[in-house]
């Protein structure tokens, strides 16, 4: 079992940043990928950005240039800054880790925090 904490949503101007923290409960090198989800009210969550274990990373199109994913091992942390924000980027964000079992890819997620933007 992983229990993942979020903070840092709230309420930015357009153009604005925020950067949002996301701490395990277990040290992140026993976990194989973390990353961001984001979602509307009538859609499906969407993948915003992921790290692996090996430091790779993956960001959605829309956030390409703008959020940087980034974690800091000592803390088991993983971090989503988010600059030049959008109205668009409104939507609650959830943590989210998978952890690699032999054949089992297990997921968790955190209780999503909410990033609004206004224009």
């Known amino acids: 079992q992983v229990q993942l904490v979020e903070s840092g949503g709230g309420l930015v101007q357009a153009g604005g940043s925020l950067r949002l923290a996301c701490a395990a409960s277990r040290s992140i090198f026993s976990i194989n990928a973390m990353g961001w989800y984001h979602q509307t009210p009538g859609k499906q969550r969407e993948l915003v950005a992921a790290?692996?274990?090996?430091?790779?990373?993956d960001y959605a199109d829309s956030v390409k240039g703008r959020f940087t994913i980034s974690v800091d091992n000592a803390k088991n942390t993983v971090y989503l800054q988010m600059n030049s924000l959008k109205p668009e980027d409104t939507a609650v964000y959830y943590c989210w880790v998978r952890v690699i079992r032999g054949p089992n890819d297990n997921d968790y997620w955190g209780q999503g925090t909410q990033v609004t933007v206004s224009s």
């Open positions: 790290i692996t274990s090996g430091g790779r990373t």
